[in-house]
T-cell receptor, first 115, second 113 residues
Framework: AQSVTQLDSHVSVSEGTPVLLRCNYS??????LFWYVQHPNKGLQLLLK??????LVKGINGFEAEFKKSETSFHLTKPSAHMSDAAEYFC?????????????FGPGTRLSVLP | DGGITQSPKYLFRKEGQNVTLSCEQN?????MYWYRQDPGQGLRLIYY?????DFQKGDIAEGYSVSREKKESFPLTVTSAQKNPTAFYLC???WGSGQTEAFFGQGTRLTVV
């Protein structure tokens, strides 16, 4: 069975400092992994995805993530936080079940950016 | 522009009423999904559909119903049997293969009054 753990429910950083949001997954086979961002009362927007190509994945708005199979991790980073980065972030694993494609969501990490 | 449209953005329901949330996509995606999101929580799957005229229950299907009569449309009905329907509802679509991402609508906030 697939599952996703986001180790921090809330992360607070100062503007201009690095961001690290942690994600660990469990998957029966080679996973496809995604990070999404959600601003209040909005839908989810894709930040980046890993689909068995390069292990270091670059996304939008300066975010990147590194797939580490040995650690079953897919942590999200950004070198310098901006006020507009304050939002909820979800780590997601995709898998195929008997019916078709399904997505398993982590519980989310709320990122606060302090001036 | 291609995308997913959910309507209405806000919906109020009286106790005992059924309400239907609309979800339309013009991405030509095969798969569509409905999720429920409660404050401070992640997304929980209600129903999903991989092809027209077929759908499967997700983790929290009780009190909900769906239909998939057209590829582009996947409406969700919240029935009076749903005991606690106040939540934020998100619709998504994807190509349905293992490696493709999901695209999300902007959500519908349902409140029971």
């Amino acid at each position: 069975a697939q599952s996703v753990t986001q180790l921090d429910s809330h992360v607070s950083v100062s503007e201009g400092t690095p961001v690290l949001l942690r994600c660990n997954y469990s998957s029966s086979y080679s996973p496809s992994l995604f990070w999404y961002v959600q601003h209040p009362n909005k839908g989810l927007q894709l930040l980046l995805k890993y689909t068995s190509a390069a292990t270091l994945v670059k996304g939008i708005n300066g975010f990147e993530a590194e797939f580490k199979k040995s650690e079953t991790s897919f942590h999200l980073t950004k070198p310098s936080a901006h006020m507009s980065d304050a939002a909820e972030y979800f780590c997601v694993v995709s898998h195929l079940d008997n019916y078709g494609q399904n997505f398993v969501f982590g519980p989310g990490t709320r990122l606060s950016v302090l001036p | 522009d291609g995308g997913i449209t959910q309507s209405p953005k806000y919906l109020f329901r009286k106790e005992g009423q059924n309400v239907t949330l609309s979800c339309e996509q013009n991405l030509n995606h095969d798969a569509m999904y409905w999720y429920r999101q409660d404050p401070g929580q992640g997304l929980r799957l209600i129903y999903y559909s991989q092809i027209v005229n077929d759908f499967q229950k997700g983790d929290i299907a009780e009190g909900y119903s769906v239909s998939r009569e057209k590829k582009e449309s996947f409406p969700l009905t919240v029935t009076s049997a749903q005991k606690n329907p106040t939540a934020f509802y998100l619709c998504a679509s994807s190509w349905g293969s293992g490696q493709t991402e999901a695209f999300f609508g902007q959500g519908t906030r349902l409140t029971v009054v």
